[in-house]
């Protein structure tokens, strides 16, 4: 019986496992020097002056939020094709998430339409790099400047990623990271904001472990005192130094992490030109993340392939589809024509270093038989 083919399967070697056991016997746990280590590294990696680890990149995302003072009844401009952190960390705030609709070509927000959405209530545009391919970010930087608004990204699929020779993480106001199991950089769970502006990095900081004014780093060791104060509301958003451990390993390797995906996508490429591949313009380094086809038949696609052994996805039920935003905001499918035509179509076919050159072969001859293509 031939093996079956997982979605998604994380890059752990013996120097990941060496790393979190030197961890475990250094009897320090939780955010402590690894941790340090590890963002010193990743700020260094993506260009910026501040990078703040967290247990998620929705955690980054809600304090990112909070950086900037969103309050009650402000407007959050994000695309509908996200995962709902997106959405759900602006509801935190009783703030609104105002949903933009995407490109059929690239599946991110669809720059054209975001002037359109600007209210005198409007604070900020989260866009969110689908699959790793970074969002046009000029002309969001252009709105932004012109209309006084905050660009968070939601980087959860972009390290490493670069827009017109930028490294996604030294481009806009904030940007958040996910290292969940499936990123790629994982942690397990894990997150990180980037900035260059000193007072967020600090608010972040601060609210990531319950307000207080040091970390538990300084407090516990020799260095530190026992003495600390609350100056916050805050929130219990911390890394680990065992993620940190795993984080650091994995990011001595990211380089090569994503020249073995972009060896997967472009056999992919060249095999499933026909099925509407999401599409990586001029200037833009994509981390491929995921990648995606569309098809006319995906719902019985996808069940074709787990009989072929093949795990596959979607990426993602849009936030208007959510049977609690719907009824929250009243969100109406009409008002995103393109964000439902790609998702009643997109598939996302496993993508992972690892992944051999036979089960490559076998998911292509698998999809090149199931699938019905969009004409
Ligand atoms: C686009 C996007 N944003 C945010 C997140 C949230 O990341 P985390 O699980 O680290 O909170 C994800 C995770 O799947 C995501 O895909």
Same mark, same amino acid.
């Given at each position: 019986?031939t093996?079956?083919?997982?979605?998604?399967?994380?890059?752990?070697?013996?120097?990941?496992?060496?790393?979190?056991?030197?961890?475990?016997?250094?009897?320090?746990?939780?955010?402590?020097?690894?941790?340090?280590?590890?963002?010193?590294?990743?700020?260094?990696?993506?260009?910026?002056?501040?990078?703040?680890? &967290?247990?998620?990149?929705?955690?980054?995302?809600? &304090?990112?939020?909070?950086?900037?003072?969103?309050?009650?009844?402000?407007?959050v401009?994000?695309?509908?094709?996200?995962?709902?952190?997106?959405?759900?960390?602006?509801?935190?705030?009783?703030?609104?998430?105002?949903?933009?609709d995407?490109?059929?070509?690239?599946?991110?927000?669809?720059?054209?339409?975001?002037?359109?959405?600007?209210?005198?209530?409007?604070?900020?545009?989260?866009?969110v790099?689908?699959?790793?391919?970074?969002?046009?970010?000029?002309?969001?930087?252009?709105?932004?400047?012109?209309?006084?608004?905050?660009?968070?990204?939601?980087?959860?699929?972009?390290?490493?990623?670069?827009?017109?020779?930028?490294?996604?993480?030294?481009?806009?106001?904030?940007?958040?990271?996910?290292?969940?199991?499936t990123?790629?950089?994982?942690?397990?769970?894990?997150?990180?904001?980037?900035t260059?502006?000193?007072?967020?990095?600090?608010?972040?900081?601060?609210?990531? &472990?319950?307000?207080?004014?040091?970390?538990?780093?300084?407090?516990?060791?020799?260095?530190?005192?026992?003495?600390?104060?609350v100056?916050?509301?805050?929130?219990?958003?911390?890394?680990?130094?065992?993620?940190?451990?795993?984080?650091?390993?994995?990011?001595?390797?990211?380089?090569?992490?994503?020249?073995?995906?972009?060896?997967?996508?472009?056999?992919y490429?060249?095999?499933?030109?026909?099925?509407?591949?999401i599409?990586?313009? $001029?200037?833009? $380094?994509?981390?491929?993340?995921?990648?995606?086809?569309?098809?006319?038949?995906?719902?019985?696609?996808?069940?074709?392939?787990?009989?072929?052994?093949?795990?596959?996805?979607?990426?993602?039920?849009?936030?208007?589809?959510?049977?609690?935003?719907?009824?929250?905001?009243?969100?109406?499918?009409?008002?995103?024509?393109?964000a439902?035509?790609?998702?009643?179509?997109? &598939?996302?076919l496993?993508?992972?270093?690892?992944?051999?050159?036979?089960?490559?072969?076998?998911?292509?001859?698998?999809?090149?038989n199931?699938?019905d293509?969009?004409?």
């Amino acid at each position: 019986m031939t093996q079956s083919i997982p979605f998604h399967k994380a890059h752990i070697t013996e120097d990941e496992i060496n790393e979190v056991v030197d961890t475990l016997r250094s009897g320090w746990l939780t955010m402590g020097p690894k941790t340090i280590a590890f963002e010193n590294a990743f700020g260094e990696c993506v260009g910026s002056k501040q990078s703040v680890s &967290l247990n998620s990149a929705t955690a980054a995302l809600h &304090l990112a939020l909070k950086a900037i003072g969103l309050k009650e009844g402000d407007e959050v401009i994000l695309p509908t094709n996200t995962f709902v952190s997106t959405a759900e960390v602006v509801t935190y705030f009783n703030a609104i998430p105002v949903l933009c609709d995407i490109e059929y070509e690239t599946h991110n927000m669809d720059v054209s339409k975001i002037e359109a959405l600007i209210t005198k209530n409007t604070k900020a545009i989260i866009p969110v790099h689908f699959a790793g391919n970074p969002c046009d970010m000029d002309p969001i930087l252009e709105i932004a400047a012109k209309y006084k608004l905050h660009v968070i990204e939601d980087a959860a699929h972009a390290v490493p990623a670069k827009y017109k020779g930028r490294a996604v993480g030294s481009i806009g106001d904030m940007t958040c990271f996910s290292f969940y199991a499936t990123k790629t950089l994982a942690t397990g769970e894990g997150g990180m904001l980037t900035t260059n502006n000193e007072e967020w990095a600090k608010s972040v900081r601060i609210n990531r &472990l319950h307000g207080i004014s040091k970390d538990a780093w300084d407090r516990y060791t020799a260095k530190g005192a026992w003495h600390y104060e609350v100056v916050e509301n805050g929130h219990k958003y911390n890394m680990t130094d065992i993620a940190a451990s795993l984080g650091l390993v994995q990011l001595k390797k990211i380089d090569w992490m994503r020249e073995e995906r972009a060896k997967i996508v472009a056999k992919y490429d060249e095999l499933l030109q026909s099925l509407n591949p999401i599409s990586v313009p $001029e200037g833009h $380094e994509s981390a491929h993340h995921l990648y995606v086809i569309k098809i006319n038949n995906r719902d019985a696609a996808i069940e074709r392939l787990k009989e072929a052994g093949v795990g596959s996805s979607v990426h993602f039920i849009p936030i208007h589809h959510h049977p609690y935003y719907k009824k929250r905001y009243g969100y109406k499918a009409s008002d995103y024509p393109v964000a439902e035509a790609v998702f009643n179509q997109s &598939l996302s076919l496993p993508l992972y270093p690892g992944l051999s050159t036979e089960s490559i072969d076998r998911i292509i001859k698998q999809v090149q038989n199931i699938a019905d293509p969009v004409r």
